[in-house]
């Protein structure tokens, strides 16, 4: 294993390829709780503990079913199914732990089963740490700490967005600009922001 590649896997993670404001996954849940920043605070915490367990199972999945078998194509599909398990268990620990927090995500938290940001990270480890089906050196550690920092780059973003709109809600802002149009806006402009540590091209 290679450290300075651990290194280079949390700046592009979390900076450069950051899941919402860079690749452009699960904006839904973005968009939609990232009024206040406890709320935020709460998804993105889920969010980080269903990348990491799925990049632990996926891999583990892949590495001894999918590939031993030649069933690769089922990739997708074990994947969503290892993804649902997981939200599922977080929703039940939140509704036990906290019924307000529950009630407030509402229909956003079983939608983190088709958060295309949590499959996302499943299928990236097994592109960038699996070669013609062999797992390269130190992938199973590769794509759990890349399961990490996928929803520490998240909670970033999540936590950024939160603070402006908390803000804004002391300023006078026009009732056609009032939430979503808003939202969109600042997502925008911190999209543009973090494009910055890819460089611009032409």
Do not use: H
């Not at 206040?36 to 605070?41: Q, V």
């Not at 030649?70 to 039940?92: G, K």
């Not at 590769?142 to 780059?153: K, N, T």
Request: charged letters at 10%.
């Amino acid at each position: 294993m290679n450290l300075g590649y651990f290194l280079t896997i949390f700046i592009s993670a979390v900076f450069v390829y950051n899941v919402i404001l860079s690749r452009f996954l699960g904006l839904c849940s973005f968009v939609a709780i990232s009024k206040e920043t406890k709320p935020a605070l709460a998804m993105s915490l889920a969010v980080m503990f269903v990348t990491t367990m799925s990049s632990i199972i996926t891999w583990g999945i892949y590495r001894f079913l999918l590939v031993p078998f030649n069933i690769t194509y089922l990739r997708t599909i074990s994947f969503i199914l290892v993804i649902a398990a997981f939200v599922q268990l977080v929703e039940m620990v939140i509704k036990k732990v906290s019924p307000s927090m529950y009630r407030f995500f509402g229909i956003y938290l079983p939608l983190i089963t088709v958060n295309c940001a949590v499959l996302g990270v499943a299928v990236l480890n097994i592109d960038m740490f699996f070669i013609n089906g062999k797992a390269v050196p130190g992938s199973f550690y590769y794509s759990v700490f890349q399961g990490i920092c996928v929803g520490v780059g998240y909670t970033v973003a999540m936590l950024l967005m939160s603070g402006i709109r908390e803000r804004l809600e002391l300023c006078a802002i026009p009732e056609s600009l009032k939430d979503f149009p808003l939202a969109f806006i600042i997502a925008s402009i911190m999209s543009m922001s973090f494009l910055g540590f890819n460089g611009f091209k032409f």
